[in-house]
C-alpha cells in the first residue's frame, strides 16, 4: 500500500499567524498572561485541557451585546460540561441547553435560574421527564410518548410541565459539518404531525410555550445560517392559529462553526446577527411577548480551549519523525479524526518552544493503535523529550466526548484559567 499524500492542511506557523494568542519572548504561549509551562505546573500534570476564562467571556459578550433583549443567547452544554465552566458560561449567557439528567445537575447548579434551562434528546426516561418537570425547567418534546409521562409528574407535583415541541425539520442547514434535520430522523416531531401534538398538548394540559428547531451543527457560511433562521421563524407561524397558548419561547437553533484548519475562513457573524434582529422586529408584532432563542456549544466555547500533553518519546521511522505525547485520541478524539469528520484534518498543533529549527513531524499518543495520531506530519518547531505539545480549537467535543477509558490512562486534567 502506498502512503496517502501528505494531509498537512494547518500547519503550527501559519496558524499561530492567524490565532490571537499571545507569546512572550521565549515563544512560550501565554494563558491568563501566564507561561504555558508554569500553568500546566500548577494544574498538577499532563495531558491537560486549559480554558481561556477572558475568553470564554468575550466571546459571549460580543455576541450578546449585538443582539436585541428578545433574543436569547444559550449554551449547549453538551460541547463542553466541565461544571467550572458551566458555571462560568452562567454567567454569560441568558440560558443553558441541557441533553441528559446528568447535565441538568450541572445547570441546576450553575446558577442559571430553571426558567432558562432546557432539555432535548430523542430518548428521555421517564425518570428524567419526572424529574425535568419537578425542576420547572422547559422541556423540548420529541415524541408523543413523553406526553403522557409528563401528564402524569405534572399531576403528582401540581405544576404543569412547560413543554416546547422540537421540529424535526422539512429541510436542512446546507453545508453543515453535521445534519441534524431534513429527511427521516430521530429527532424531534414530524413537521406534518405538529397540529396533532399540539392537540395532544392542549390535551394534556402540559404548559405550551414554544418550539426548538434545530437543523445543523458546525456551519461556516453565514448565508446558510440566515437562511434556516428565517424559514424556521417562517414555518413557526403557519401553526399560529393552533397554538395551545401564546408562543413565548422560539428557539431558531444554532450551527455557528469555528475554524478548525487555516483554510476554513472564520464565520461572519454580522449577517446573521443583523437578520436576528430583524426577525426580532418582526417578532414584536407576529409573537407578541415571545423571544427568539439560539443555542451555540462549540461557537462559545470552541477557541478558549487547549489540549496540552507532553512529548514522551522522539522517534524516526524511515525518516519520518514522530512526537509520541502522553495524550491522544482517547482524551481528544475530535483532533484523531475519528469523531465524524470524513476527511482527516489536521488541527493546529504547536511546540511549546521557541526555535529557529523547524521540522515536519507527526504527533501521535501513547494507545496500540494508528488511529491515535493527533497531527499528521505538519511542520513543527524541533521538540524534544519534556516539551510542551498544544492542540488549539480543543474548548469544545474534547474530554467527554472521548473514549477515555480505552487503554485504562489516566483520565485528563480540566482546568478553567
Ligand atoms: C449539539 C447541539 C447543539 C450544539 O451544537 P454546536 O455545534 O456545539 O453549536 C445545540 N443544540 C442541539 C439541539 C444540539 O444537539
Not at 449585538?66 to 449554551?75: G, N, W
Not at 460540561?81 to 441541557?98: E, N, R, S, T
Not at 462549540?298 to 507532553?310: D, I, P, Q, S
Amino acid at each position: 500500500m502506498t502512503d496517502p499524500a501528505p494531509a498537512v492542511t494547518a500547519t503550527s506557523a501559519n496558524w499561530s499567524s492567524r490565532d490571537p494568542w499571545q507569546r512572550n519572548n521565549d515563544g512560550e504561549l501565554l494563558i491568563g498572561n501566564r507561561p504555558l509551562a508554569l500553568v500546566v505546573e500548577s494544574v498538577g500534570s499532563t495531558p491537560c485541557y486549559l480554558y481561556d476564562r477572558e475568553r470564554l467571556s468575550a466571546r459571549a459578550r460580543n455576541l450578546r451585546s449585538r443582539l436585541p433583549a428578545e433574543v436569547h443567547l444559550h449554551y449547549a452544554m453538551k460541547a463542553n460540561p466541565m461544571p467550572a465552566l458551566v458555571c462560568h458560561m452562567a454567567g454569560q449567557v441568558d440560558g443553558i441547553d441541557v441533553a441528559s439528567r446528568g447535565e441538568l445537575r450541572v445547570a441546576l447548579d450553575s446558577g442559571m435560574s430553571p426558567e432558562h434551562i432546557s432539555f432535548a434528546g430523542p430518548g428521555k426516561s421517564a425518570s428524567e421527564l419526572r424529574q425535568a418537570v419537578a425542576a420547572g425547567i422547559l422541556i423540548n418534546i420529541e415524541s408523543f410518548r413523553e406526553i403522557g409521562i409528563l401528564a402524569d409528574a405534572s399531576r403528582q407535583w401540581g405544576q404543569a410541565a412547560r413543554v416546547a415541541v422540537r421540529i424535526n425539520l422539512p429541510f436542512e442547514l446546507k453545508a453543515s459539518g453535521m445534519k441534524m434535520a431534513g429527511g427521516a430522523r430521530q429527532f424531534g416531531i414530524d413537521a406534518d404531525q405538529v397540529t396533532n401534538m399540539l392537540d395532544k398538548i392542549s390535551q394534556a394540559g402540559l404548559g405550551f410555550e414554544g418550539f426548538h428547531m434545530y437543523a445543523g451543527s458546525q456551519n461556516l457560511r453565514p448565508a446558510a445560517i440566515v437562511e434556516s433562521q428565517l424559514r424556521c421563524y417562517e414555518l413557526a407561524l403557519e401553526w399560529r392559529d393552533q397554538f395551545p397558548a401564546p408562543l413565548r419561547s422560539l428557539n431558531l437553533g444554532g450551527g455557528f462553526g469555528i475554524p478548525y484548519t487555516v483554510n476554513d475562513m472564520p464565520l461572519d457573524t454580522d449577517p446573521i446577527l443583523l437578520n436576528l434582529n430583524e426577525l426580532a422586529v418582526r417578532a414584536r408584532k407576529d409573537l407578541p411577548g415571545a423571544h427568539l432563542v439560539i443555542e451555540l456549544g462549540r461557537y462559545l466555547v470552541g477557541e478558549a480551549g487547549l489540549y496540552v500533553a507532553r512529548v514522551i518519546d522522539r522517534k524516526i521511522s524511515r525518516g519520518q519523525v514522530f512526537l509520541v505525547v502522553d495524550g491522544g485520541m482517547h482524551q481528544h478524539l475530535a483532533a484523531s479524526g475519528n469523531f465524524g469528520q470524513v476527511m482527516r484534518k489536521n488541527y493546529p498543533v504547536e511546540v511549546n518552544r521557541r526555535s529557529s529549527e523547524t521540522e515536519t513531524a507527526s504527533v501521535v499518543g501513547p494507545l496500540c493503535t494508528p488511529l491515535d495520531l493527533l497531527a499528521d506530519r505538519v511542520p513543527l518547531n524541533v521538540a524534544e523529550v519534556g516539551d510542551l505539545v498544544v492542540v488549539f480549537q480543543s474548548g469544545a467535543y474534547g474530554r467527554t466526548a472521548s473514549p477515555r477509558d480505552f487503554l485504562g490512562h489516566a483520565d485528563v486534567v480540566e482546568a478553567l484559567i
